[in-house]
């Protein structure tokens, strides 16, 4: 894996043997992956709900535990996982690139290209190509897709590994966070996200609402639930509303033949009777 760190000036025209091969992808592979769960974890914690971690929580569950308690600090963890991010990305880019270039240099050569300039600028452009293919889809795209689809998973399977990194880098965590937080402040007037912002208001509820319903992402209870909460937030209050002329109430003494006959001449089916033990009429 000493291939990874070569000098890259000289035209490679034969290569290293297989294990020293195998062992610089593998490396490569590995840094690719490593950003890859930045990528995911970051993403499933913005994600997740505390409402999902506290049944797991009441079980018992100690991951749940440590992601909730991840969620009440938010900035420090994304600053984490933001510096876990560039960091791979940035030796990705200086081992990986001109790694991948004096791999390929020998092929081009003996594909017949002898001319340096030429076989360097093909090298040079497939590697690039290379990297850039592996960082984004296995680096970027898919962890971050796995982190949206299923952020409770992946938080609780990854939580262990991102504390463990905040514990080995936690003074360099400390400087982008306390840098961050002073930016925003001093050079934007803003200030970091509180504890409480990370609830929804009533209006996000009704926007996660409605999207979840039509992303069909809601359990038929929970469809029932939906819909008969539409109903009632759709009712006007005209609509409920009976006038006191329409009142018609039963005495509670009143015989059940007298009932019967006072319900029957309203003429319409009623849902409820309004009993009374005063005056007769009073409702």
Known sequence: MHHLFADAGALVTEWDD??????????????????????????????????????????????AAAVKHILGHMDAYLSATQFGVTVTSLVLGALGEPYMERLL???????????????????????????????????????????????LPMSLLLVRPLQLFIAVFKPFIWLLTV???????????ISPVADSEL???????????????????VSPMGKEILARYRTMVDKASAAVETDLEEFSALMVRMPAVTAKARIASRGAILTRAVCAAGAEGYA
């Not at 490593?34 to 974890?41: C, D, E």
């Not at 609830?199 to 992402?217: C, F, T, W």
């Open 105 to 151: 240099e020998p092929l081009f050569w003996k594909a017949g290209i002898h001319a340096p300039a030429a076989v360097a600028g093909a090298a040079w452009a497939f590697g690039l190509a290379i990297i850039t293919f592996l960082h984004i889809i296995l680096g970027e795209l898919a962890p971050k897709y796995l982190g949206i689809r299923n952020p």
């Open 18 to 63: 297989g294990g020293s091969i195998v062992l610089s992808l593998v490396g490569i592979l590995l840094l690719v992956l490593l950003n890859g769960f930045f990528v995911a974890v970051e993403f499933s914690l913005v994600k997740v709900r505390t409402s999902q971690l506290d049944p797991l929580i009441e079980e018992g569950r100690r991951t």
């Open 179 to 189: 840098s961050a937080n002073f930016l925003l402040r001093r050079v934007f007037g």
């Open 199 to 217: 609830a929804h208001s009533e209006e996000e509820l009704r926007v996660i609402l409605a999207e979840s319903a039509r992303a069909d992402e």
